[in-house]
């Protein structure tokens, strides 16, 4: 997992190149630990210190909110590059917007393994 979060930190600013499944899916359980220990952090250093709840109006922690604008960049790349392993542009993104058919259009899609040798957006990463 630490190896992947270093991968991906890596290429912050990286949209081409290709990630591959395994790639994606530990920098996503990173994210998810990430949000969990700053949940924590808020509930037990922020909010006492502040005497107010964890969360806002909008349900997220300030540690959380911080660190998801830190990490937004990176987590975009990434999914820019899972898509390329499947040789897809990083528009594909977009489908998002869609409700329902779009979202799980692309967890199909991040669950998909990648193109077997070189594709329009280079070689597999492994």
């Avoid at 006492?48 to 922690?61: I, R």
């Avoid at 790349?77 to 528009?91: A, E, M, N, Y």
């Amino acid at each position: 997992m630490l190896q992947a979060a270093d991968t991906v930190l890596a290429k912050y600013f990286t949209f081409s190149g290709r990630a591959n499944r395994a790639e994606y899916w530990w920098w996503m359980l990173f994210m998810f630990l990430i949000g969990g220990t700053m949940y924590l952090v808020d509930a037990f250093l922020v909010a006492p210190a502040f005497g107010q709840s964890v969360t806002t109006s909008t349900g997220n922690t300030p540690a959380s909110t911080v660190a998801n604008l830190l990490l937004f960049l990176p987590s975009l790349t990434v999914s820019v590059r899972r898509l390329h392993d499947i040789d897809k542009s990083g528009f594909w993104l977009f489908v998002v917007f869609v409700p329902l058919i779009g979202a799980l259009l692309l967890l199909y899609w991040s669950l998909k393994g990648g193109t077997m040798g070189s594709n329009d957006y280079g070689a597999p990463s492994y």
